[in-house]
């Protein structure tokens, strides 16, 4: 089985971590773009270089998943360690793994420590709990690669803490623009929920308290649903088992073929089969599918178990966005769930790395309640908004340090003439990178024309030192042209060559220091002669 260009670059950014020293890396690949694979191939590496692989994963189904997909992508059978079964004593090479098995101090105790060379961990969002740890200390020698799903920052954070470095990270607008997932539009439902009143438990919200806030609008939803999801094949998200099935019955009343599973049908395996080939056009469920299962023509989500867990929220609209025949993008249906805080995930955030730009494209969202929207140009014109109101803003600010006189360019200025969002919504998740910058790394930023002293992390310093070598590598403006244009008018100065900046600066200083009157900054672009 061939690699996409991505997987290839991935499975080598893994082996390149290990070899660096980085003995615990990430990878992190959206829902549906084969993360799957992606390990097989590398288990399949570690394999021919005469290691022993462990695959650690918290559910029977991701292990059995992991074994088929492992046997049908690289011809390789796999020992188990799960329950009753042992693979102490087989000549397998590669184990997928239990962890409720494996962590148990009985049986941990008959391996040896040394007995895996590498670890793959599923799922790795989970590896934060003391069981997984209870493993990966006994094996304390093995090089570990979790693999998940794009996280939110808290779970980077968190992860941080237990993997040395994030080894490839491809992203689901990415995906998407390389046609390897569906596109998605949202559309924003006018109708409120009110969730003002709902409890948090273990860091999110509590679903007896969703469940009852929720009733209410079961019957007002399955209307809406009328309008969007008739043709549709639909999974919808529910907080409990006793309401997915009270909302299976309201749509079945109101003409849809609707089915329910849960943690305890007997006939789940039935209905799932029963779903993909076309029985029932609606699939109702209380969680249970957020891994582990895949139905690529689901062409409809609906999330009414609000989160704000964006790694779970990412999972449920994940099952719609595996590509099929016939299928030209993923329905995700938006409620406007009501509440004082702002942690809630909305379409926004399966998008939007950045919190400000994610907040600016929820209210454009809802100002176009109603209408689907393609929420990767949704991100691109809140993007644009935010850069306008953080330009507006910035002017404000520069016109401040024209008072102060300062020297050196203020690094958000520097981020926003240069058009880096990648810098300006950086977020330290490794150790190394929260540390405070070193004393070197604040000197060589001064030198270089940048004002250092509100750059808080080492992560931060070094990002903007690689940038403004690559960019003087490039031949582009240095921070004190960017600086000394800006402060005269001219935009986004950080695009431009060094050449044209310094020739036009060159004019400029042989006008006294002021700007020639046939050039017009607020519109001058490198070229131009008015």
């Known amino acids: 089985m061939e690699l996409r260009p991505y997987q290839q670059e991935a499975k080598t950014a893994v082996f390149e971590q290990w070899e660096q020293g980085n003995k615990k890396t990430l990878l992190v690949l959206p829902t549906g773009t084969g993360k799957t694979i992606v390990f097989a191939k590398i288990a399949e590496e570690c394999v021919r270089q005469g290691d022993r692989a462990l695959i ?23 020992a188990v360690e799960k329950a009753d079964e042992s693979c102490l004593g087989s000549w397998y090479r590669i184990v997928v793994g239990s962890v409720q098995s494996l962590m148990r101090e009985k049986r941990l105790a ?195 178990r609000p989160t704000k867990v964006r790694g779970l929220y990412c999972q449920m609209v994940g099952r719609g966005t595996r590509l099929y025949p016939g299928k030209d993008h993923l329905l995700l249906l938006d409620f406007l769930w009501h509440t004082e805080r702002h942690e809630l995930c909305r379409p926004a955030h399966l998008i939007c790395e950045n919190p400000e730009v994610a907040d600016k494209m929820t209210e454009n969202l809802t100002e176009q309640a109603g209408c689907p929207v393609d929420i990767e140009e949704a991100a691109e014109k809140a993007s644009e908004d935010v850069v306008t109101q953080r330009e507006e803003a910035l002017a404000r600010e520069l016109s401040e340090m024209k008072k102060r006189k300062r020297k050196l360019v203020d690094p958000l200025q520097f981020e926003m003439s240069i058009q880096a969002e990648d810098l300006s919504s950086y977020v330290p998740a490794f150790g190394w990178e929260m540390s405070p910058p070193s004393a070197k790394q604040l000197s060589a930023l001064e030198k270089l024309g940048i004002f250092p002293d509100e750059i808080d992390n080492a992560g931060k310093a070094a990002k903007l030192l690689d940038r403004l070598d690559k960019r003087r590598f490039a031949g582009l403006t240095t921070p004190k042209q960017i600086r000394f244009l800006e402060s005269r008018g001219f935009k986004h100065v950080g695009t431009w060559q060094f050449n044209d900046a310094k020739n036009l600066i060159n004019r400029i200083a042989a006008n006294n220091w002021n700007v020639p009157s046939y050039i017009k900054p607020s519109t001058y672009t490198p070229g131009d002669n008015t």
């Not at 420590?113 to 493993?135: G, M, P, V």
């Not at 596109?183 to 003002?196: E, F, N, R, Y």
Request: with cysteine; aromatic share 8%.
């Open 56 to 78: 650690l994963a918290h559910r029977g189904e991701l292990l059995s998943q992991a074994a088929d997909k492992i046997l049908k992508a690289t011809g390789l059978g796999c």
């Open 110 to 304: 008959q391996f040896p420590c040394d007995y895996f060379d590498k670890i793959i961990i599923d799922e790795a969002h989970h590896c934060i709990s003391d069981s997984y740890q209870k493993i990966l200390n006994h094996f304390e020698n093995a090089c570990v690669l979790g693999v998940t799903a794009t996280p939110d920052r808290g779970d980077m954070k968190n992860l941080g803490q237990v993997f040395d470095s994030l080894a490839y990270e491809y992203t689901l607008p990415k995906a998407i623009k390389e046609g390897y997932l569906s596109p998605i539009k949202a559309v924003t439902i006018p109708l409120q929920l009110d969730l003002s009143g709902v409890s948090t438990q273990a860091g999110d919200f509590k679903a007896s308290d969703i469940d009852t806030a929720l009733d209410p609008y079961l019957e007002a939803i399955a209307d809406e649903m009328m309008t969007y999801c008739k043709g549709r094949k639909t999974v919808v998200f529910l907080p409990l088992i006793k309401t997915s099935q009270k909302f299976r019955d309201i749509l079945n009343s109101k003409g849809f073929s609707a089915a329910e599973v849960n943690g305890n049908s007997d006939d789940r395996e039935q209905v799932l089969r029963a779903f993909e080939n076309g029985k029932y056009n609606v699939l109702c469920n209380s969680m249970l599918l957020t891994e582990g299962w895949d139905c690529p023509s689901v062409d409809c989500v609906i999330v009414l």
